[in-house]
């Protein structure tokens, strides 16, 4: 019997009974606590982290949101801690999943009540339904064949004869020909990798409008097998003009087959696992929005290396990578984001800050900031006690850096036009100034 938890991140989850179950406290089974804890053994061995083991029967979760679906049918739905009043869970689903669209870049058909009505299922369903609708549009616009060359022995003459073939007859099969012709068929490695999303998505959702469309599909398309091999079959998968209808399926494709996922999890489990690490899913969707913010004479470059910290022994070391870069001209803005709750009212404990980024900060400027001057970022969620950007931090004349919040409702931030010198779009620019009022 399938079994589903809603948690969000760093929540702590028991094989104990829990009185008063909640989004930081819940209890799972004994064979789901055993899956997670050698499933953490994995992302260990790897250098991260995706629980905290406190003693046998306690466990806390780390900064992944997402959905794991353990072999014994418990489904853990975890979501980003943000909200803390009103409906959490909702407000959650439809934070994560407009996270994920944006920072993985995926086409949507369309926002209305019934995208709305679905965030009230847990996200892998979320995704399946995109899925799909992307699937259900394609298939109605025709799906592509492809010709194909087939060698077999007929009774019948059909295409070519293959008289080399025909030659090495023995006597008592000559009335049997050789041949070679093409059949025009909808086997292709875009067909397949469909087909075996699809297949996934049936086994695994538990929405009835989900499961009644995945097996209509199925139907549709049970000429065609499901691919053998996931990593073969995208590379060979076409992007020309006459495969451009698929390409609004293509990424949902990829996210059920664990081929875009920051962090996927692969295995013996029943249904589909999605996780995302929090801090690289902000990294994200920051990035994405800048990119439509900044004026046109500016670039954004994501994870740059271009510099290192030292040289040692004719050599470079520590190479630096600020998560966000912008270049406009000559001047340039380093800007880093950070999945952290800062406190704007808590000065006494340094708002929540940690030393080690600005140590991190002090030496981007110095390695990507012309002489060493001019203005550094950190963006953080906003939340209702860190409502407006600090003041600014000054680590030597003309170096500055401004901690900033991010406001993940209205999708801008919360600063005046005055203390920041970014490159924004004007309307961008009026926005900040009347966030920062």
Same mark, same amino acid.
């Given at each position: ?99 994920? #669209?944006?920072? /993985? ?24 339904? #995109? ?27 059909r295409g070519q004869l ?6 090495? &007859? ?27 999303? /699809? ?93 439509? &913010? ?36 000559? &001047? ?20 929540? /800050?940690? &030393? ?66 970014l490159p924004l779009k ?12």
């Amino acid at each position: 019997m399938s079994v589903s938890v809603t948690v969000r991140e760093y929540a702590r989850l028991t094989t104990d009974k829990v009185e008063s179950p909640s989004l930081d406290r819940a209890h799972i089974s004994a064979s789901a606590f055993d899956w997670l804890c050698t499933l953490n053994g994995s992302f260990t061995r790897k250098g991260a982290a995706l629980v905290e083991v406190e003693d046998r029967r306690w466990l806390k979760l780390d900064n992944y949101v997402g959905v794991l679906e353990t072999p014994c049918g418990t489904r853990l739905e975890i979501l980003p801690k943000h909200f803390e009043q009103g409906d959490c869970i909702r407000q959650s689903r439809a934070l994560l999943c407009r996270m994920i #669209q944006a920072a /993985l870049d995926l086409p949507t058909r369309n926002v209305g009540a019934t995208d709305l009505q679905l965030f009230e299922a847990p996200l892998s369903e979320w995704v399946m339904r #995109q899925f799909l609708e992307a699937l259900d549009h394609l298939i109605k616009r025709g799906i592509r064949f492809d010709y194909q060359r087939i060698e077999e022995e007929q009774r019948f003459l059909r295409g070519q004869l293959n008289v080399v073939q025909q030659m090495r &007859q023995p006597p008592s099969r000559q009335h049997h020909f050789q041949i070679r012709h093409d059949v025009f068929l909808p086997d292709r490695p875009e067909n397949r990798l469909l087909k075996l999303a /699809l297949e996934r998505v049936c086994a695994a959702t538990q929405e009835p409008g989900n499961w009644r469309l995945a097996h209509e599909l199925r139907g549709l398309l049970q000429e065609i097998n499901a691919s053998r091999d996931v990593s073969l079959d995208f590379k060979k998968w076409r992007n020309d003009r006459l495969m451009a209808h698929y390409q609004p399926v293509k990424p949902w494709c990829e996210l059920i087959l664990n081929e875009q996922m920051p962090m996927a999890v692969a295995g013996q489990a029943r249904g589909i696992s999605l996780l995302f690490p929090m801090e690289k899913l902000f990294e994200r969707y920051v990035a994405a929005w800048l990119r439509k &913010q900044i004026t046109a004479d500016a670039t954004l470059r994501t994870q740059a290396a271009s510099h290192y910290l030292c040289s040692h022994d004719g050599g470079r070391m520590f190479r630096l990578e600020p998560d966000l870069l912008i270049e406009g001209g000559k &001047q340039r803005w380093v800007l880093d984001t950070k999945w952290k709750r800062l406190d704007a009212g808590a000065k006494s404990d340094k708002y929540g /800050l940690s &030393q080690s980024d600005f140590y991190q900060l002090f030496a981007y400027g110095h390695k990507y900031l012309e002489g060493g001057q001019g203005e550094l970022t950190l963006i953080y969620p906003r939340r209702a006690v860190f409502q407006e950007a600090l003041k600014p931090f000054e680590f030597a004349p003309g170096l500055t850096l401004n901690v900033i919040p991010f406001d993940l409702e209205e999708l801008m931030l919360v600063v005046g036009a005055e203390q920041t010198t970014l490159p924004l779009k004007a309307a961008a620019l009026v926005g900040l100034k009347q966030g920062a009022a």
